[in-house]
């Protein structure tokens, strides 16, 4: 299926350096699952026990050509976003709105911040600005290792960016400023503890 931005541009998934590599280490106990699974697993478990209700934002798509291969079927062959997408997931969690990117990469050593786009941290300054708390949830599927990063912490490295510095977020930084997240058999991936820490740090 072909899909197209807002403008017409034609829409090409991000590639990060290391995406043609193979992934050589393998988690057995969480194969074929992607960060979004994990996450909507997760985000499920919360709103089961009244813990926080977080969902991922749905991308409203313009579809202009579909086949129908049969009666029973059809398969849609190019659409268009309707509007740019802003970050992957929103909610409530203890009186506080947050909303958050979630990125998977295969490199080992950085983030690449091509991943992320000027209007997704417009939309997550927009946020801060107004109380919310806006951050980045990245898995480094290689190393299996996931990191929350405020957004006030991606935002530097965008400005260093944009002033001629290295363009992807190292996982030095990650570990420095970022809160590890352990994976757990059940949620998944409990960012709201790491987030609550967060939090803590922020107002202390």
Known sequence: MTVHYPNGKKFVPTKTPNDSK???????????????????????FYLSRNLAVIHKKPVPIQVVKVDYPSRS?????EAYYRTASTTDYNGVWMGRYIDFEAKETKNKTSFPLQNIHSHQMEHMENIVANQGIAFLLVRFSTLNRYFLLPYQVLKSCWEDMNKGARKSISLNIFEDKGFELIPKAFPRIDYLEALEKMVHQIQS
């Open 73 to 77: 079927s059809a398969v849609i062959r």
């Open 22 to 44: 193979p992934n050589r280490k393998i988690d057995f106990g969480n194969r074929g699952k992607t960060l979004e699974d994990e996450l909507n697993e997760t985000n499920e």
